[in-house]
């Protein structure tokens, strides 16, 4: 990474093209408050009044469950990227083209807009909403230790939903027609990933099919770490595993788009 | 030689889609594809410097030789080498020293102002600051791009947009420019503005020019050098005299005579393919290679008045509609 420069500025740009469209920011931030709303009422109603389930991982109190949604949800904003859209469209078009006769490399032109595109979900979805939630709902303050392994968690979580969805959408440049296998991945990925419910209330055999997938790596693994299911050894071997994953997924990633690139067929001349 | 190719060849998948609700079923089950050669087996060099014209009608597969040239696509068959380098295998490599500019898309940012995508350039090229700002003052003077340089692109006209792409694309002084339609829907003011630039850029910087376009005027005011292509394979490689001296040696001479002469039609000079009187109005076409106008003026001055007249030689668009012809016969 010798031209570390030009990534950068490039991840700039793709922040400020968020600002183009306000009324889009609008919709989609009342859309994240609507969905933490719908999620935590669901949730309350399901668990009761007295709010206790125990689970694989023990007791899971409401006050967790409610502290699990806020930070999946705005997180979501993170860890969910338009990386298959992005290439799928390009491809379709012939857009590709244009990004592939820059001297920069396609894989790192991706990761850089999508960093641009989280710092402004960072700061004006993120954390708008995750103050909201914590004010409305209150919220279970972390140890500084598991706070910090959060982060870490996190990034890592960031990195390997990227490299997924990278991998997938290289499928389109074999595939023309990607749509439903990106579905098929797209419900895995929601099941899987702890966005929606943590894998503490799976029953055992789903517990374990899921530890052979990378999705709990993007959600459920950091969202567990901030909660303190885990000691901190745990917590580090849960990191080393997202680590393993993401050089699992460098490399698959990395392969693919060796075979597609000399079999890509530009688009409409 | 900046450019040399040898025995390229393209070849693409195409899907047989069969006609009708049954065919569409059989499909699902059985697909037909049939190879399309895009280039076939094509060579050529180009030098440094060079001004060269790439003609051909559509689907001739100049769009396939440029976007191997640009190392985005991976020919089938054969060489091609950019400045040494194969460019599809060292693609980004490649990339720092072209300029690419495809008439129908944009490389330019969307949703942000021009002035984002031309800074991002010095970041992606590496460009020295002083020389970044010297460019972009010599563009601004000849395409006039500073005037609209704080406008979001998506709200730019086709003429602007493209102005702006070719200043995009040549901020880091490339070796070689790729422009594939630069001019395809730009009204007749922007097209000579385009023209003149792309004269400038290769006067003043020496810059090795590939030009695929339909428009004839783009090769005749721009290029030296013809390349004719059709179906993959390359009918013709020239300077562009050549090709009006092989191809187009009909010209025209329009006389206004003085009165209408009888017997005129029975000018029998060898080399003449067909006259026409239209009253005093005396249009001939021949072949200036056997014949020469001043022949035909004088057999027309022994016999009649010659009020005014006019000779025009062969546009490359004459020559170019002849060939085409030619190809699909």
């Known amino acids: 990474m010798k031209r570390v420069r030009i990534y950068i500025e490039y991840a700039k740009n793709a922040f400020k093209e968020r600002f183009a469209f306000r009324t889009n920011y609008l919709f989609r931030i009342g859309g994240r408050l609507l969905f933490l709303f719908a999620q935590v009422y669901i949730w309350r109603a399901l668990m009761g009044a007295n709010g206790q389930v125990s689970t694989s991982v023990g007791t899971v109190t409401l006050q967790d469950m409610v502290t699990y949604i806020i930070v999946s949800t705005t997180v979501a904003t993170l860890i969910g990227n338009n990386v298959i859209d992005v290439i799928d469209a390009r491809v379709r078009s012939g857009e590709i083209a244009m990004y592939l006769i820059r001297p920069m490399n396609f894989r790192n032109m991706l990761f850089s807009s999508t960093m641009g595109a989280n710092l402004f979900n960072f700061l004006f979805i993120l954390l708008p909403v995750l103050i909201f939630g914590v004010i409305a709902f209150g919220f279970m303050t972390p140890s500084p230790a598991n706070a910090a392994l959060f982060i870490l968690a996190l990034i890592n979580g960031i990195v390997i939903s990227f490299f997924i969805n990278y991998a997938i959408g290289l499928l389109g440049f074999l595939y023309m027609s990607i749509w439903h296998f990106r579905r098929f991945i797209g419900d895995l990925m929601s099941l899987f990933s702890g966005s929606l419910i943590p894998l503490w209330f799976f029953p055992g055999w789903l517990a374990k099919v899921s530890e052979f997938l990378p999705f709990p790596m993007t959600f459920y693994i950091p969202i567990q770490i901030l909660l303190g299911k885990s000691d901190v050894l745990d917590c580090m071997l849960l990191i080393g595993r997202q680590l393993l994953w993401i050089v699992v997924l460098y490399g698959v990633a990395k392969l693919l788009w060796q075979g597609s690139v000399k079999r890509l067929v530009i688009q409409g001349g | ?329």
């Open chain 2, 1 to 329: 030689m900046v450019i040399r190719v040898e025995n390229l060849t393209k070849e693409f998948k195409q899907r047989k889609a069969r006609a009708g609700l049954m065919g569409a079923i059989k499909d699902l089950f059985h697909r037909e594809y049939r190879i399309i050669k895009a280039v076939d087996h094509i060579s050529f060099s180009i030098n440094k410097g060079e001004v060269v014209g790439y003609i051909g009608p559509n689907g001739a597969g100049k769009s396939t030789t440029m976007k191997i040239l640009c190392g985005i696509l991976v020919p089938t068959n054969g060489l091609a080498e950019v400045n040494g380098i194969i460019p599809y295998e060292r693609r980004e490599q490649n990339a720092r020293k072209i300029g690419v500019v495809f008439g129908q898309r944009t490389q330019l940012w969307w949703d942000l102002p021009l002035s984002e995508t031309l800074d991002l350039m010095k970041y992606m090229y590496d460009i020295p600051n002083q020389r970044y700002q010297e460019n972009l003052r010599s563009f601004s003077e000849i395409l006039g791009i500073d005037k609209f340089i704080h406008t979001p692109v998506r709200q730019l006209s086709l003429g602007q947009r493209m102005r702006a792409d070719l200043a995009c694309a040549l901020l880091h002084d490339p070796d070689i420019l790729y422009l594939d339609e630069p001019t395809i829907g730009l009204d007749v003011v922007v097209k000579e503005n385009v023209r003149e630039f792309l004269r400038e850029v290769n006067k003043s910087r020496h810059t090795t020019i590939l030009l695929a376009t339909h428009d004839m005027f783009d090769i005749e005011k721009v290029c030296s050098r013809a390349l004719v292509i059709h179906q993959g394979k390359i009918m013709y490689d020239g300077s562009l005299d050549k090709l009006k001296n092989d191809y187009g040696s009909e010209s025209t001479l329009k006389a206004e005579l003085a009165d209408t002469v009888a017997g005129i039609d029975g000018l029998s000079i060898p080399g003449i393919h067909e006259m026409n009187l239209n009253g005093t109005n005396l249009i001939v076409k021949y072949d200036k290679n056997a014949v020469n106008s001043a022949a035909i003026l004088r057999w027309l001055a022994d016999r009649t008045i010659i009020r005014d007249f006019r000779v025009t030689e062969a546009s490359v668009e004459d020559i170019i509609r002849k060939m085409y012809k030619g190809f699909s016969q």
